[in-house]
C-alpha cells in the first residue's frame, strides 16, 4: 500500500501590519478603535500547540501525543460586512513565547482582509503610525515567514 502525503498551500491575501507598543491588548484595540472607526471586540484566543518531538516510525502506534499546554494569544476581530473587510488584531507574545518568532519586534498584529489594495495598507499604516501608544508600526510580507500558517484564522 503506497502512502500519500497531502500538502496544503494556503494563499496569505491579507494585509499584515507589525505594531510595536508597550500597551494592553485591549488599550490598543480600543485606540485602534477610536483613530481607525473600527468596533474590535475581543474572541477566542489564538492557540499555538507545540510540535511534536519527533514523527512516529512505521512500527510504532499513532496516537496524540501530549505536548504539554498550548501558547494563548489574545485576538480581537471587527467585520465590516457592508464593505467586505475583516481586521484581526492579535498578540505575538504571552507568557510562553512568541507566536510569530521571527518577528520578535511586534508586539501586535493588524490583520486586514478583504481589501487588497496596497495604498488602503499604507492609510492604515500612517494611521497606526501616529497614534500616542505606539513605538512603531511596519508593514509585513506574509509569505516570507517561516512560522506563517499561525496566521491562517480559522473560525
Same mark, same amino acid.
Given at each position: 500500500?503506497? #502512502?500519500?502525503?497531502? #500538502?496544503?498551500?494556503?494563499?496569505?491575501?491579507?494585509?499584515?501590519?507589525?505594531?510595536?507598543?508597550?500597551?494592553?491588548? *485591549?488599550?490598543?484595540?480600543?485606540?485602534?478603535?477610536?483613530?481607525?472607526?473600527?468596533?474590535?471586540?475581543?474572541?477566542?484566543?489564538?492557540?499555538?500547540?507545540?510540535? =511534536?518531538?519527533?514523527? $512516529?516510525?512505521?512500527?510504532?502506534?499513532?496516537? $496524540?501525543?501530549?505536548?504539554? $499546554?498550548?501558547? =494563548? *494569544?489574545?485576538?480581537?476581530?471587527?467585520?465590516?460586512?457592508? +464593505?467586505?473587510?475583516?481586521?484581526?488584531?492579535?498578540?505575538?507574545?504571552?507568557?510562553?513565547?512568541?507566536?510569530? $518568532?521571527?518577528?520578535?519586534?511586534?508586539?501586535?498584529?493588524?490583520?486586514?482582509?478583504?481589501? *487588497?489594495?496596497? =495604498?488602503?495598507?499604507?492609510?492604515?499604516?500612517?494611521?497606526?503610525?501616529?497614534? #500616542?501608544?505606539?513605538? #512603531?508600526?511596519?508593514?509585513?510580507?506574509?509569505? +516570507?515567514?517561516?512560522? +506563517?500558517?499561525?496566521?491562517?484564522?480559522?473560525?
Amino acid at each position: 500500500m503506497s #502512502t500519500q502525503i497531502l #500538502t496544503v498551500q494556503y494563499e496569505f491575501d491579507f494585509i499584515l501590519i507589525g505594531i510595536s507598543s508597550p500597551s494592553k491588548d *485591549y488599550k490598543l484595540g480600543w485606540e485602534l478603535n477610536k483613530e481607525l472607526k473600527l468596533k474590535l471586540n475581543r474572541i477566542d484566543d489564538v492557540l499555538k500547540q507545540k510540535a =511534536a518531538k519527533s514523527v $512516529p516510525q512505521q512500527s510504532e502506534l499513532i496516537a $496524540p501525543v501530549d505536548n504539554g $499546554p498550548n501558547h =494563548a *494569544y489574545s485576538h480581537y476581530r471587527h467585520s465590516d460586512e457592508e +464593505k467586505g473587510i475583516e481586521y484581526d488584531l492579535v498578540s505575538n507574545k504571552s507568557d510562553s513565547g512568541l507566536l510569530i $518568532p521571527e518577528q520578535k519586534q511586534a508586539d501586535y498584529f493588524l490583520i486586514i482582509r478583504g481589501v *487588497y489594495s496596497q =495604498a488602503f495598507g499604507g492609510n492604515v499604516l500612517s494611521i497606526i503610525r501616529k497614534m #500616542t501608544n505606539v513605538q #512603531t508600526a511596519f508593514s509585513i510580507d506574509a509569505s +516570507k515567514l517561516k512560522s +506563517k500558517d499561525f496566521l491562517i484564522m480559522n473560525d
